[in-house]
């Protein structure tokens, strides 16, 4: 997301876009949406799928575990909702990058703004991926709590929420890498944590699977 090359994307946002409209814009020579807006609707595809599976899981045999559910859906719902908003702030943060970059730099006064601007602009970029984490984080631990009391005919949607959320988290360290790399050192650290979060996601993502996977097999 560093490229100094980047134009405005269009105004739509993810929400009101057709999924073909977006995989149009996806594969065309533009500069978003791209890897970070792929991360975030990976978290919102996984949230979904949670919301799904848990409102399958309301039949009068569930009824004892009805707090559980509703605790969980409700969740669901509300990262599936943040989720889709970070992708349209992903698409905002790359534009802010690119428009940093072409700031004029024909003085000392201009090449210290242009400096400040793209300082600010990197950080957000890497920001949002951070916040993006944190929505995989939380789906794989509602996709987890819902396996053991959820309707078994739709175990194998728990699963593919685990995948989704491990790929948003996957992606999203790539996006904070690469904008980390062209910030000063001391930035670094306000990522650590989160890069750090994102092999503990990845670990637990990846036995979820498994477990779903021995579920099926019974």
């Known amino acids: ?24 814009d996806l594969a065309a020579k533009i500069p978003a949406p791209g890897g970070g807006a792929v991360a975030a609707l990976h978290a919102a595809q996984g949230a979904a799928l ?16 009805r707090p559980a559910i509703d605790r969980i859906l409700a ?17 905002a943060a790359f534009t802010a990058v690119g428009a940093a970059y072409k700031l004029p730099k024909t003085t000392d006064a201009e ?15 890497a920001r949002v991926p951070a916040a993006v984490v944190a929505e995989a984080d939380e789906i794989v ?7 053991p009391i959820g309707n078994p005919n739709v175990v194998t949607d728990i699963g593919a929420a685990a995948d989704a959320a491990r790929a948003a988290a996957a992606s999203s360290q790539l996006n904070i ?16 944590p989160v ?5 503990e996601i990845l670990a637990r993502a990846d036995a979820l699977h498994a477990d779903v996977v021995t579920a099926i097999a019974r």
């Open 1 to 24: 997301m560093t490229a100094d090359t980047a134009s405005s994307p269009e105004s739509t946002t993810f929400a009101a876009s057709t999924i073909g409209r977006y995989l149009d």
């Open 75 to 91: 969740a669901a719902d509300a990262a599936r909702g943040r989720a889709l908003a970070l992708a349209d702030a992903d698409a």
């Open 111 to 125: 090449n210290a703004a242009r400096a400040r601007a793209i300082e600010a602009a990197l950080l957000q970029a």
């Open 50 to 65: 949670v919301a799904m599976v848990a409102r399958y899981t309301t039949r009068a045999k569930d009824a004892d575990n």
């Open 195 to 199: 890069l750090r979060r994102v092999e």
């Open 177 to 192: 890498a690469i904008n980390v790399a062209s910030l000063a050192d001391h930035h670094a650290g306000e990522f650590e």
């Open 141 to 147: 631990s509602l996709a987890t709590d819902l396996l």
